[in-house]
């Protein structure tokens, strides 16, 4: 069951740095003395008047209905051991306006440290620190002790790209689930503390400020949770309608699809734990646990730092990090970036949670503006399979889209016409959107692409080695996701020949293809577009490569059986160039194909909108956040079809 979760629960990773701090308490010191005139203890009464922070004790704060977030900014500035620069303030904002944010209150200069967090004082969160401490024999904890099996299970891991830090993503969102619930039950109880002791409680109640803000609980029926619920647009709180009929065509229905059946198996598995923790033992229903879950799955997806942030020395996993998890990404100009700063002596301490994290501006950021990191590239759909937002296209990034590598319905004998018995039995096509037929295809194009792409490899190293070189890779800028294949499955409906007989959606394998997009049309990125058409032409000259046997094999014997196709053939297509007019015909096939039905699709999902405006008004909080979601899935759209659009324009550009 684990497989699967770690096949599709998407992964939000950040990349981080470290180094050793030597010159870093200088900085501080000098930029915590001198900063435009504004001195520390100025913004300290700023902050505290914009985040009511009068409350001592947890329990009053959420009663006095104090937002989290503000509570946790502001009791971060009373610790001596953190730094947080003058210059930035918090600004707590509903989803609609962007959601948590930090921002400038003067100018700041670029390369000025505006945070240094030691990790041991804001108490930072990760998995294996907290399964490390329990011992059952203490007080036996049902749901913490399958979380510490499953972590436990070395057979878990396998060599499939991120599986394991996907398995430590759904350990970790359990933990969260788990403490998040206690504390509700601690706060709805009204108890002391006195007399009342447990494991989960106890770390529940030390990490009370970090967990009333990550994120606020569906289940909290207090005025605050209401207004800002933190996930609006997140995929597992979609409708199923709109999974179907807003993102349908795109490859975020693929993904929506996989994260909530991903999270559904680990949520079956969990089921019977946290039911005999907190249906059986607390005043708590099944709904809520179930929410309690979507909650921190929803957060760890989207504020936590993973195997690349350099914790992961000893298979610790994924952390989360009070304040500096609320700045917001921008992948195209970010303005500050965080590193990890340690002793030179103490190497061990990142794997220990030791050091500081430091947040430093890249370039200067004007009174107002809001920070913003880069979370790493990643297109649009797989953003928002994780934040819940795709990111706005101010001036050019890279973006992704998708190119079936079959037609779903392939004409096997193009050249001649079919007699009607034929035409009446299908005779001359062949269902390829049918795994049956498909799959021996594209396990041979992967091998393929593969073969071809190990001989360039030792091609360049060779030719470097004889010219006394280094071997270089142009577009240095060009993200490293897109120098291998990528196969993505999309969901689309069967073709019309055999919609009687197989009726149910089909998955079409696809290749991610990526490249340069801008907000106005120029020739500017040609170069990165002619790029992008050549990583993937040995994958269309396989595949080429297979339609032609498949239909030589129909003329010579009447069938198309592709248990017939010869594999070697396809690996010497794939490198030969003497394949590049089929390869690029088929791709062209493909994007035409995918760009009308994207827009289609998305005529038919403004269509299904406007039914749902007239039938509800849209005037309440869930017509409000359909319309987000709505948004969200027209970006995603959007984002894709520029893409195709571009990549179009290349390959009909290339035929003159």
Not at 102 to 131: H, K, N, Q, R, Y
Not at 340 to 346: A, F, K, Y
Not at 421 to 444: F, I, M, R
Not at 490 to 503: D, I, R
Request: with cysteine; net charge negative; glycine share 6%.
């Amino acid at each position: 069951m684990i497989a699967a979760i770690l096949a599709v629960v998407v992964l939000a990773v950040s990349a981080f740095g470290w180094s050793d701090h030597s010159s870093l308490l200088a900085q501080k010191s000098r930029i915590h003395h001198s900063n435009h005139g504004i001195s520390s203890s100025r913004h300290q009464n700023v902050l505290r008047s914009s985040s009511l922070s009068e409350a001592q004790d947890v329990r009053q704060d959420h009663q006095q209905q104090q937002h989290p977030h503000s509570k946790l900014w502001s009791t971060t500035l009373e610790n001596s051991k953190c730094y947080v620069n003058p210059s930035i303030e918090l600004a707590v904002r509903p989803p609609s306006e962007g959601g948590t944010g930090i921002v400038a209150v003067v100018d700041i200069p670029a390369d000025t440290v505006v945070m240094c967090l030691p990790l041991e004082e804001v108490g930072m969160v990760d998995a294996a620190s907290i399964l490390d401490l329990y011992n059952e024999e203490e007080g036996r904890d049902e749901v913490l002790t399958l979380l510490k099996d499953m972590w436990n299970r070395k057979e878990l891991a396998t060599s499939e790209g991120n599986s394991e830090d996907g398995k430590r993503l759904a350990i970790f969102a359990g933990i969260i689930a788990h403490l998040q619930l206690t504390r509700y039950k601690d706060m709805k109880s009204n108890t002391s503390g006195e007399g009342v002791s447990s494991y989960a409680l106890n770390q529940s109640r030390r990490l009370a400020l970090f967990l009333d803000a990550m994120p606020l609980l569906p289940q909290r029926d207090d005025n605050i949770n209401s207004r800002t619920h933190p996930f609006p647009t997140h995929y597992l709180y979609w409708t199923d309608d709109e999974i179907q009929i807003l993102l349908r065509g795109t490859i975020g229905q693929t993904k929506a699809r996989e994260v909530r059946a991903g999270i559904g198996l680990v949520v079956r598995e969990w089921s019977s734990s946290f039911l005999e923790e907190h249906f059986n033992n607390g005043d708590i229903t099944q709904t809520q646990i179930l929410n309690a879950i979507f909650s921190a799955f929803t957060a760890v997806l989207s504020r936590s730092f993973g195997d690349s942030a350099g914790r992961d020395l000893n298979g610790k996993g994924r952390m989360l990090v009070p304040l500096v998890d609320m700045l917001n990404h921008d992948g195209e100009d970010p303005n500050v970036r965080w590193t990890w700063h340690v002793g030179g002596d103490d190497e061990n301490g990142i794997e220990d949670g030791k050091g500081d994290i430091v947040v430093t501006t890249l370039s200067e950021v004007k009174t107002g503006k809001e920070l913003f990191k880069c979370y790493g590239w990643r297109p649009s759909w797989d953003v928002a399979s994780s934040y819940g937002f795709v990111p706005r296209l101010s001036s050019q990034r890279w973006e992704c889209s998708a190119i079936p590598l079959f037609p779903a319905e392939l004409d096997l004998a193009p050249d001649s016409i079919a007699t009607p018995n034929q035409k009446a039995n299908h005779e001359t096509t062949l269902d390829l959107s049918l795994e049956s037929n498909y799959a021996p295809l594209l396990k041979s194009i992967v091998d393929a692409v593969e073969t071809v792409n190990e001989f360039k490899d030792r091609q360049a190293i060779d030719y470097a080695i004889a010219k006394n070189e280094t071997t270089n890779k142009k577009n240095i800028d060009r993200p490293k996701q897109l120098d291998r294949l990528q196969l993505v499955s999309l969901f689309q409906p069967p073709p019309k020949s055999t919609a009687k007989k197989y009726p149910f959606l089909r998955r079409q394998p696809c290749v991610v293809i990526g490249t340069k997009i801008q907000i106005s049309l120029s020739d500017e990125n040609d170069h990165y577009h002619c790029d992008a058409i050549n990583s993937v032409l040995p994958a269309f000259r396989a595949a080429a490569s297979a339609i032609s046997q498949l239909r030589n094999n129909h003329q010579r014997f009447g069938n198309a059986n592709t248990s017939q196709i010869v594999a070697s053939q396809m690996t010497m297509a794939a490198g030969d160039s003497d394949w590049d007019v089929p390869a690029r015909q088929l791709i062209m096939e493909g994007i035409s194909d995918r760009i009308q039905n994207l827009v289609d699709d998305g005529t038919n999902a403004k269509a299904w909108l406007a039914k749902q405006n007239d039938a509800t008004g849209m005037t309440d909080r869930n017509g409000e956040h359909g319309r987000f979601r709505a948004d969200m899935a027209s970006d995603v759209r959007e984002a894709e079809l520029k893409v195709l659009r571009v990549l179009l324009k290349e390959l009909l550009n290339g035929k003159r």
